[in-house]
């Protein structure tokens, strides 16, 4: 099976910079996901990892290291709209089609 | 609007009912996905379609729950004799073929059933 962990919640101030680890087990790993979910809405996409490093769109960057089975997700100058919870994904070798895993979820709350 | 919509947004219903929740995907996506949400948590798999074949079911999908999508089109979740335990946010998500090089899903927005 598969199971990944998560901080649970991380409080921050507009303009800072906040890292969300996730640290994941899994019996074949194929890629890393991040998505984004505002309370009410759906999940959407942020940014995918399936081979090591780093991975810049915007103001958000997600960064992979398949030998130490973690990554994390980069919230940069952070706004008050970025106030969410955050969800890394794995996807397996073993999984049907693009069928993922998530973490139980970050929630980010920006203040003022 | 060309995403994922699912209907109804929300039900409630009194337990031993049943319920039957649709999902109509993007239109070039082949692949359908259905997850549940409880509060606080992340979505849970529950199920996968190829066009119309269902490849993977979860252990989560007990024999009271039942998925089809009969044409390859849209899809529809019925559970059972619902019970209180069921009571969640039911996410339906598709993908294209694309989505082994992008891991991208699309989600709707939701299906929230409430047991009373």
């Known amino acids: 099976g598969q199971s990944l962990e998560q901080p649970s919640e991380v409080t921050a101030v507009e303009g800072a910079i906040v890292q969300i680890n996730c640290t994941y087990q899994?019996?074949?790993?194929?890629?890393l996901s991040w998505y984004q979910q505002h309370d009410g809405g759906a999940p959407t996409f942020l940014s995918y990892n399936a081979l090591d490093g780093l991975e810049e769109t915007g103001r958000f960057s997600s960064f992979l290291s398949r030998s130490d089975s973690y990554g994390y997700l980069l919230l940069q100058e952070l706004q008050m709209k970025d106030s969410a919870s955050y969800f890394c994904?794995?996807?397996?070798?073993?999984?049907?089609?693009?069928?993922?895993?998530f973490g139980g979820g970050t929630r980010v709350l920006v203040k003022p | 609007d060309t995403g994922v919509s699912q209907d109804p947004r929300h039900k409630i219903t009194k337990r031993g009912q049943n319920v039957t929740f649709r999902c109509d995907p993007i239109s070039e996506h082949n692949r359908l996905y259905w997850y549940r949400q409880t509060l606080g948590q992340g979505p849970e798999f529950l199920t996968y379609f190829q066009n119309e074949a269902q490849l993977e079911k979860s252990r989560l999908l007990s024999d009271r729950f039942s998925a089809e999508r009969p044409k390859g089109s849209f899809s529809t979740l019925e559970i059972q004799r619902t019970e209180q335990g069921d009571s969640a946010m039911y996410l339906c998500?598709?993908?294209?073929?694309?989505?082994?090089?992008?891991?991208?899903?699309?989600f709707g927005e939701g299906s929230r059933l409430t047991v009373l």
């Open positions: 994904a794995v996807r397996d070798l073993e999984a049907a089609g693009n069928k993922l895993t």
């Open positions: 998500a598709s993908s294209s073929p694309l989505a082994g090089v992008t891991g991208e899903l699309f």
């Open positions: 899994t019996s074949g790993f194929y890629g």
